[in-house]
């Protein structure tokens, strides 16, 4: 009979050293209670997961025995599951409002480089180990997701927007409500007026190194002027920012809460909608027809009711508005977009909501319409698929990342209990183990 090396859970986590990468002979088997290897398909019973050099070699029914030598993970108590991506955060990013202004204009680029880290921790550690950092001004987490991927740093693999996309005092104008005299001070290459000035505003992102372009075709909750939530693009300047991130192979993620930029974003071909606060029936069929995915952002309101309660006054009057309308209205969208087919990919918006407590969004998209397995496939094959990296993670098939996260408890009944994650791997390591 084949001996298996069994090791507790305590000292798979001091064992593992995130910084140390599986090597390509090294097995480990894992005993699972329970198994949503793909998600959108129903769960398997005991099953026996297989990772050799950081990958899955095998998925079998049952609590098999492994090959000799390896490390035995014993999950039979755990519900196991891929590991889970958000689509939307900005690790750099912890204030709001302003507090945000703040930090904004006193801190170093170092400084938004460890409070980054620090972030990319929280997130992994809560079962995140993909996400999809949709802008940031300091360069931070294009420098972490090579740190990361390098083993040097403990975090989930980062695609990565660099610095989002707009027009002059549109939603990505950093110098919104700064004195003028400090306007010079602030890098504002991100920003684009007219057809040449928006292709030119792409390339400088791509130069730079990143994954995904991020644009905004309309106001921002969080934008510091009386503008509102509607479009801020015309149609020629979209179609020159969709058009140069697709002819460099970028993908392209949209920004938007009216219709107008909604509805503006997908007729030039953009690849996601971000927040998609206010969706009509058009907005639903260019969806449809597009292929497009929605990422709702919900769990956004979750930290501006936490600001509010810490400080009435942490938004200014111009914003306090924009942020009470969104308390209002979030979950609509959602609601008349699931039962019509769209596509929904799980993004949070973390860093306007609390790092670490990604998972809260799940609870919110149930409450708004989603089954607990269909938001589940959210965070895991639809993000993938949309972050483009499905060949690798997303679902515990062959060949596959070995990215999986177990919890207490079956998620597909109760979705809360991905609030509380157990045990994490990533790539085959083992970074948080209970």
Not at 57 to 81: C, M, S, W, Y
Not at 273 to 289: N, P, Q, V, W
Not at 308 to 313: H, I, V, Y
Not at 348 to 374: C, I, Q, R, Y
Request: charged share 20%; hydrophobic share 45%; aromatic share 4%.
């Amino acid at each position: 009979m084949r001996k298996l090396a069994f090791v507790s859970l305590a000292a798979i986590a001091l064992a593992s050293s995130p910084l140390a990468a599986q090597s390509a002979d090294q097995v480990t088997v894992i005993h699972a209670g329970q198994l949503l290897d793909k998600p959108g398909s129903a769960p398997r019973g005991q099953s026996t997961i297989v990772i050799r050099g950081g990958k899955i070699a095998e998925v079998l029914n049952g609590h098999q025995p492994g090959p000799a030598g390896a490390t035995l993970i014993d999950l039979k108590d755990r519900f196991v599951l891929p590991g889970l991506i958000d689509s939307h955060v900005h690790l750099d990013s912890d204030a709001g409002g302003n507090a945000g202004l703040i930090e904004a204009v006193t801190d170093s680029p170092a400084r938004a480089a460890f409070r980054a880290a620090g972030n990319a921790k929280k997130t992994l550690m809560a079962g995140f180990t993909t996400v999809r950092n949709l802008g940031d001004g300091s360069g931070a987490t294009l420098a972490l997701r090579d740190a990361v991927a390098a083993g040097e740093l403990p975090g989930p693999r980062i695609i990565d927007a660099g610095k989002s996309i707009s027009t002059t005092s549109g939603h990505m104008d950093g110098t919104l409500s700064l004195s003028e005299d400090l306007h010079a001070s602030v890098g504002q290459e991100n920003l684009c007026d007219g057809v040449e000035s928006c292709r030119h505003a792409v390339r400088l992102q791509i130069r730079r190194g990143v994954d995904v372009i991020k644009i905004a075709t309309t106001g921002g909750v969080n934008s510091r002027i009386g503008a509102g939530l509607g479009r801020q693009l015309f149609d020629d300047e979209v179609k020159a920012l969709v058009d140069t991130a697709h002819l460099y192979g970028k993908k392209m993620a949209v920004h938007a809460h009216g219709e107008d930029g909604v509805n503006a974003a997908l007729a030039a071909g953009a690849d996601s909608i971000e927040h998609g606060t206010m969706l009509d029936d058009a907005s639903i069929k260019l969806f449809k027809s597009s292929g497009a995915y929605y990422v709702p952002t919900l769990s956004t309101v979750n930290g501006y009711l936490e600001r509010l309660a810490a400080n009435p006054n942490a938004y200014p009057p111009d914003v306090l508005a924009k942020v009470l309308w969104r308390i209002g209205v979030t979950g609509k969208s959602l609601a008349k977009a699931y039962p019509a087919g769209v596509k929904i990919a799980f993004g949070t918006d973390a860093g306007v909501s609390k790092h670490g407590k990604n998972a809260d969004e799940f609870e919110l998209m149930v409450k708004h319409g989603m089954p607990a397995s269909a938001a589940i496939q959210a965070a895991t094959m639809n993000a993938a698929t949309l972050l483009g990296v499905e060949k690798d993670v997303g679902s515990l098939e062959l060949g596959k990342s070995a990215d999986l996260i177990a919890v207490s408890g079956d998620p597909t009944a109760d979705v809360t209990v991905l609030k509380s994650v157990k045990f994490v791997m990533k790539d085959g390591r083992v970074f948080k183990a209970e």
